[in-house]
């Protein structure tokens, strides 16, 4: 790396951390709900269908706020756009605590899906023109370290402070941070170039609105990571209910194992995940998609384990699918970020945002709670393993469509 290059990189890790941290606090709050969710639905006498439809609410105006983000985010500086996402969602967690039925609840959680919206779509375009295409797997492996950390919090904080002094307290011990970090990124991260780190020619698939429709990198990798989202998202949401209800787990100790679990195995997965990824792309420019693939067709076998194992395999067997679930975080997002160029990269992201949560964890909370009302959450649940199924086909399938990868000298690879 030439001398005058430190620079930059030294400003793009810092750059990184405070994005991470940032998103850290984004999944905090997105987890607390789940953590406290037995609650809520006791004192608002609320149904299986109900209390997943909290999280559909979310999700929709998550995916109705993102094209228009993402069309903003082509055209506009992204730096106050992420300081104000953080800031609707950080105000929209703290007046929960004046929430009093189900309705105004509801009504809530739609507004955070608005402010999340902006981060999720602007922060790994910022990050990917910090860095070029062969470093970006480790990058955003590090970046997504923030959503297996950020659920285990949640989990956890939820399950001791929902425990101790009601649902309300988590939100509002989980609003305050996210402020305080959009005020760092704010006045010390700088606005990077868009294109400034790209290696790959932009050509008219990767670099235009209308070729991007017809990229099948981009969407081989969009639909199975739908898929897998389909299965995360349901998971996330039923899990900590599914052990307090099959197994007779406490609230706290629900929270707690799913926390410690969730922790261990995010970071351990998707450390493992992006290391192998980056191995393979060595000598394998399909290794985003490929390690993405394999995540889904290990994770199968353990997570009929949880579902409908043996009560003494329940937690061995949670660890091992989770484990293997968090595999394809920095590889498929990475995949997402290098099938398109600079100039249409925001509105990229923004239409996989939509579409992972409009085919995934949008309907998925509903669905199994819905089947949950009428035959059991055993059987809701397995509603996810049809899921996986499918984006391991796809993303098998979509290996052919990955770029190949030019040899980069900063990389260090």
Known sequence: MPHDEHPRYSHAAWALGLLTALNLFNFIDRYVLPGVQPLVQREFHATDERMGALTYAFFITYMLAAPLTGWLG???????????????????????????????????????????????????????????????????????????????????????????????????????????????????VSEPQRGSADRLQATPMRATFAGMLTNPGYWTATLGMAMMVFTMGGISVWLPTFL??????????????????????GILGTIVGGWIAQRWLRTNHRALYLVSAWSAVLTLPAAVMVFFGPRSLLVPSILLAEFFLFLNTGPLNAAIVNSVSAAVRSSAIALNLFLIHALGDAPSPRLIGAISDRHGLRLGLGLTLITLVFSAAILFFGARFAPPLPPDAEAGT
């Open 244 to 265: 307090s209800r099959i197994d007779g787990y406490s609230l706290s100790r629900a929270n707690q194992v799913l926390g410690g679990v969730t922790v261990i195995d």
């Open 74 to 188: 082509d055209r506009m500086p992204r730096k106050p756009l992420v300081v104000a996402g953080a800031v609707v969602w950080s105000v929209a967690t703290l007046l929960t605590a004046t929430v009093h039925d189900y309705n105004q609840l509801y009504f809530r959680h739609a507004v955070v899906g608005i402010g999340e919206a902006t981060f999720s779509v602007f922060a790994p375009a910022m990050i990917a023109d910090m860095y070029p295409e062969r470093i970006r797997n480790k990058v955003l492996s590090i970046f997504y370290l923030s959503i297996p950390i950020g659920a285990a919090l949640g989990y956890l904080i939820a399950g001791q402070l929902g425990s101790a002094y009601g649902w309300r307290a988590p939100f509002l011990a989980s609003a305050g941070p996210g402020v305080v970090i959009a005020i760092l990124i704010f006045f010390f």
